[in-house]
């Protein structure tokens, strides 16, 4: 049980790490709005390039709502299962069965988030309450979060690549270092 505390506790630092991940984005694509806004339209009245700027809180809105979807359901579906901060804290969704999420399942969490939000910041305690410990996008999506194992026969593409090289470079040290010692 202290064990599916530290993952709760785990799941808290990821979200909190995924979400400000996503509002920093939004700060800096919404400050290139208004930098574009005042480069491109500057010909037009400074009225109207205030009302334009002006309207950055619904644009802002706007443009939070669509990263936080987007940030959510493409890294789940891309990365199988984590997000940054997931991967910060060693946390990776799966399915029930252990096979791979899919798309349907990644947006499915993605909505139950902002359900979440729109409902009631409470529904992310969820986990908290129940005895499984599934969150509402746990329940949405038919996925459950555990500690990220990794497997030792498993690996990208890229690491298997590094694993060979270290490999083969240290058979090549090794047989330079013999035949020094040989002559």
Known sequence: ??????????????????????????????????????????????KMQLFLINKMG???????????????????????????????????????????????????????YFTCAMFGSFLFALSYIRKDQKSLADVFSGTHVTLDTPDSDAGTEFELVLVEAGAAEATIDKSYYDEKEAA
């Open 1 to 46: 049980m202290i064990q599916d505390m530290s993952v709760l506790k785990k799941r808290v630092y990821a979200f909190t790490a995924d979400l400000s991940i996503i509002v920093v984005s939004n700060y800096f694509l919404m400050a290139a709005f208004t930098h574009f806004v005042q480069t491109v339209f500057f010909h037009f009245p400074m």
């Open 58 to 112: 619904v644009m802002s809105s706007i443009s939070l709502m669509s990263l936080t979807f987007a940030y959510f359901s493409l890294f789940y579906f891309i990365t199988n299962g984590r997000t940054m901060g997931k991967t910060l804290m060693g946390l990776k969704v799966v399915n029930t069965d252990k096979s791979e999420l899919t798309l349907g399942q990644s947006m499915f969490r993605a909505l139950a």
